[in-house]
């Protein structure tokens, strides 16, 4: 790794050399604007013409969806990594083992890992290319994610700031937010260093209309009640009061006098705790990336990644609270006998959870290619390091012995010296070394096409060392894991679209098998099997089965004990909800699991002259022994896992282990249709500029029409070859015909069709039906169904629809998007037979908005306002009809532990940012 830093630097060049890249002369004079995306689609013409486009992925599986520019621009996404978000609702996947990000490629190469490519500016990018998640075993991953290809432009630099504050319209929540970067592409040499600042004010429970019942009396003064609560308090103060008080509250200052007490008989302080509980902590953070790509002759490029983070969080817990008794004897207390104290000690401050980590990591990538074979080997070194302290309260026989000696709680807000806090504290550290070698190429052909074959070798070395320090107990765990595996995926073209076959088009077929060997798991297989169909030309098919086995990760199985105290959770056996103590942290007797997910999917475009993609995917999966997070509690839970609740003798839940765990087995059946299109929108305004004409490729249709299609009128030009060469014509309107522009089907690939608008209109439209959705959580118990009553999480079972929609437009540098989400009602089935007990979840629809104007597109403000040029100013709000989740009862009755302002204290986010590249 130092080694290749070393070469790497030595082929950085001067300063003046970066500034000044080698160019002809006349390129520093261009007319073509490099803000202009026009002028980026330019670049792409000149380049692909007459081949394959740059930057494709090494695989004969078309993009289910391109992105041109354009398109990437209307979605007013900063870098790549707010441009996945935009577009997660093309990139989900059902296959994988949760709802993870994309793998992601850089002009089709591995990357070392997405932090080497997540701040690179969107005005960087050429175009973007969505393929499914078979694409991935071409890469040496597995066929469990969907692949983003991001093709880089030739020639790019800037230094892109960005500043934002978002706050919440409840109040209270504000998180500013500071970044920067420097970015220099020149062909294949790239360097980026980019560094960020984030923080967030915290949300205490008093800023919300939170409504509690405490199990106990206790309050800022306190209160006074007998020894066993509910009795008579003190003869003498019935006498007083005229009644048996059965809890009397503190007077201010503590009064000294039987009669200060019965002016306050049955009569409770009520002054509770929540200006010192926060309902989100107060967070701080810093990040500083460096990443330089370097081509070192022989086609072999090498990139090194730097990178550090540091995060710290704050959070506040309550106050100290002391539960103590009075002697009658010390004479110091107005009462003729002995009686008990509940209150908060203020003075003391809250008790706080601090949180730290600093993570650094060090990445390096080396690719090249020899006869027909590419190879790429990727190498990284992580060690992060987090520490965690939680105060709890004193300890209430050290308390007690305090007050026996002499100390007056009813006077002091403060604990006494001999009393004070206790602390739980965790330390974590976390190395990770990895190492993997890619070899992907076609060694022979068959009748049908060549058979690709891609083979990888890897090694990875994980660590964690985690220690506990708590009031019950220490505990140290040191775990090490090293797991060598091989993988292999061979593509076999059995069709070829031609010859006496050619009506059945294009089919070919996948075989793939990895081998893992864990040093603490023995060996782990997974294999799979699949077929890509094309029986026409904007037809795609893809079937798929995968056998998986899984172990859980070091961190399930070694992360440090930690409790944290006063959660909110709904008892079911009581039908209250009380304050518990929740317990995370590792599971060491987790077991490996396996699945079989079965992929059923197509793609179809129906006009080639519209940029309209219809998709649908089904996916069957089925899994033993599968490891969870813990399912949201239940008194059917409780039965299935007794080990995992402590309850004190009156039967109070205290007490709640939230580890994760394995199932029995675990069943999905669901099905994903939609679709996307995209329309370029408006005429070129009059006098306008044409980049074609300026650069001398020809010139648009006359009407600018964004509707117009075919190939631009005039020579395109190909790479390396003169202006005005019919063949390069010719190739580029074949390359639509044959959908490379725009992914399958093509369209808007060029200047002409929807590459020729001024604007963007787009549109994506998914819903998700689940048929099925099962778990066993123990050999012997029922099934539980997640669509009907049961749940594996705090906010109910899952909705068996829900659907996700996209909505953007685009015109002029003025943009606007529109994210919603819309998921089903479900319910939470309890003990009761007569439904009493039943949780509601109502459905819930979240949308976010994104309004923005882009001022390079805005002449007539940069003619006014200079400075503008190369800006965008952004106005988002998140959740934007304020949607929080919440849980009632079958009479409509919220639960306190269900609270909107418990389940998203936040709510609704405006944040304004606005964005210079210089």
Do not use: C
Request: glycine share 12%.
């Amino acid at each position: 790794m130092i080694a290749l830093l070393t070469l790497l630097a030595a082929q950085i060049p001067a300063a003046q050399d970066v500034q000044t890249p080698p160019a002809p002369a006349q390129q520093e004079t261009s007319v073509l604007d490099p803000d202009d995306p026009e002028t980026v689609e330019l670049e792409e013409i000149v380049v692909v013409a007459g081949g394959r486009p740059r930057g494709s992925v090494d695989s004969d599986i078309e993009p289910e969806e391109t992105l041109t520019a354009r398109d990437i621009r209307a979605y007013g996404a900063t870098d790549i990594s707010e441009l996945l978000d935009a577009i997660a609702i093309q990139t989900t996947s059902g296959q994988g083992r949760s709802a993870g990000q994309p793998v992601v490629l850089i002009n089709g190469k591995r990357v070392s890992s997405f932090r080497e490519v997540r701040s690179i500016p969107t005005e960087a990018i050429s175009r973007v290319e969505i393929l499914p998640e078979e694409v991935a075993l071409d890469y040496g991953y597995r066929a469990d994610q969907k692949v983003v290809n991001v093709v880089l432009r030739e020639r790019f630099r800037a230094v892109t700031t960005n500043t934002a504050l978002s706050a919440s319209t409840l109040g209270d929540r504000y998180a500013p937010s500071l970044d920067a970067s420097i970015l220099r592409i020149q062909g294949d040499d790239r360097w980026t260093v980019d560094g960020e600042l984030t923080g967030a004010t915290r949300i205490r429970e008093s800023d919300r209309d939170i409504v509690r019942n405490d199990p106990f009396p206790f309050d800022i003064d306190g209160n006074i009640t007998a020894l066993n609560p509910g009795d008579e308090i003190d003869p003498a103060l019935t006498a007083a009061a005229g009644f048996p008080a059965t809890i009397a509250g503190v007077p201010a200052g503590g009064g000294r006098t039987l009669a200060d007490y019965a002016a306050r008989a049955d009569l409770p302080n009520s002054q509770g705790d929540q200006a010192f509980r926060t309902l989100s902590p107060a967070t701080a953070g810093a990040s500083l990336n460096a990443v330089l790509t370097r081509a070192l002759g022989s086609g072999i490029s090498a990139t090194a990644n730097v990178g550090l983070d540091m995060d710290q969080s704050l959070s506040w817990l309550g106050l100290p609270e002391g539960d103590v008794i009075l002697p009658a004897a010390s004479g110091t207390y107005p009462f003729s006998q002995d009686v008990r104290l509940f209150r908060y000690f203020p003075a003391q401050g809250p008790l706080e959870r601090q949180s730290r980590s600093v993570a650094g990591h060090l990445g390096a990538t080396l690719g090249g290619e020899f006869a027909d074979w590419r190879w790429t080997f990727t190498g990284n070194a992580d060690i992060s390091r987090s520490e965690t302290t939680t105060d709890r309260d004193a300890d209430p026989l050290q308390l007690q012995a305090a007050v026996d000696a002499g100390f007056n709680p009813l006077a002091s807000p403060m604990l006494p010296p001999t009393a004070l806090l206790r602390q739980d504290r965790t330390e974590t550290t976390t190395t990770n070394l990895d190492a993997q070698l890619l070899l992907n190429g076609s060694p022979f052909d068959v009748p049908a096409g060549a058979v690709r074959t891609t083979f990888k070798i890897g090694v990875d070395a994980d660590r964690i060392d985690s220690t506990s320090r708590s009031i019950d107990g220490d505990t140290a765990r040191d775990l090490d894991r090293v797991t060598g595996s091989l993988q292999s995926s061979v593509t076999v073209p059995v069709l070829a679209g031609d010859g006496p076959l050619a009506a059945l088009g294009d089919l070919s077929l996948n075989f793939n098998l990895e081998l893992e060997q864990l040093s603490d798991f023995g060996g782990l297989t997974t294999y799979g099997y699949g077929l890509r169909w094309e029986p026409v030309g904007k037809l795609n098919v893809i079937a798929s089965v995968t056998e998986e086995e899984g172990a859980p990760s070091i961190q399930q199985l070694g992360d440090p004990l930690t409790v944290t105290p006063n959660v909110d959770l709904y008892d079911f056996a009581t039908g209250q909800t009380v304050l518990v103590d929740r317990i995370d942290g590792g599971a060491a007797d987790l077991r490996s699991d396996s699945r079989q997910v079965v992929k059923l999917g197509l793609t179809f475009q129906p006009w080639t002259e519209r940029d309209l993609r219809l998709s649908a995917n089904y996916i069957h999966s089925r899994s033993r022994d599968q490891i969870s997070s813990f399912p949201a509690y239940t008194a059917g839970i409780e039965e299935a896992f007794p080990e995992r609740f402590v309850r004190d003798a009156d039967g109070q839940l205290i007490s709640v282990d939230f580890r994760p765990v394995n199932f029995e087995s675990a069943a999905r059946d669901e099905l994903r249709w939609g679709f996307t299109y995209t329309k370029a929108i408006g005429r070129r305004p009059e006098g306008g500029r044409d980049p074609l004409a300026e650069a001398g490729l020809g010139r648009r249709p006359p009407t600018g029409d964004a509707e117009a299609g075919g190939p631009p009128a005039g020579p395109t030009g190909a790479q390396g070859g003169p202006v005005g060469d019919a063949a390069s014509g010719a190739a580029m309107a074949g390359q639509r015909a044959r959908g490379q522009g725009r992914g399958p089907g093509g369209g808007g690939g060029g200047f002409g069709g929807a590459g020729g608008g001024q604007g963007r209109f787009q549109l994506a439209l998914f819903h998700t039906y689940r048929f099925r959705d099962e778990i066993v959580i123990r050999e012997g118990l029922p099934v539980l169904d997640l669509l009907d009553g049961a749940s594996e999480g705090r906010s109910g079972g899952k909705p068996v629809n829900g659907v996700e929609a996209n909505l953007g437009y685009s015109y002029a540098g003025y943009g606007a998007q529109l994210k919603a989400a819309w998921t089903q009602d479900t319910r939470l089935v309890g003990e009761a037979d007569d439904g009493s007990q039943d949780l509601f979840f109502p459905d819930q629809t979240d949308v976010d908005l994104k309004l923005f104007v882009d001022f390079s597109a805005r002449r007539d403000l940069v003619a006014q306002f200079p400075f503008l040029r190369r800006s965008r100013l952004s106005l988002d709000v998140d959740n934007l009809f304020d949607q929080r989740p919440e849980a009632v009862t079958g009479d409509g009755v919220v639960l306190p532990a269900y609270q909107q302002d418990l389940t998203d204290p936040v709510g609704r986010t405006v944040r304004l940012t606005f964005r210079k590249l210089f």
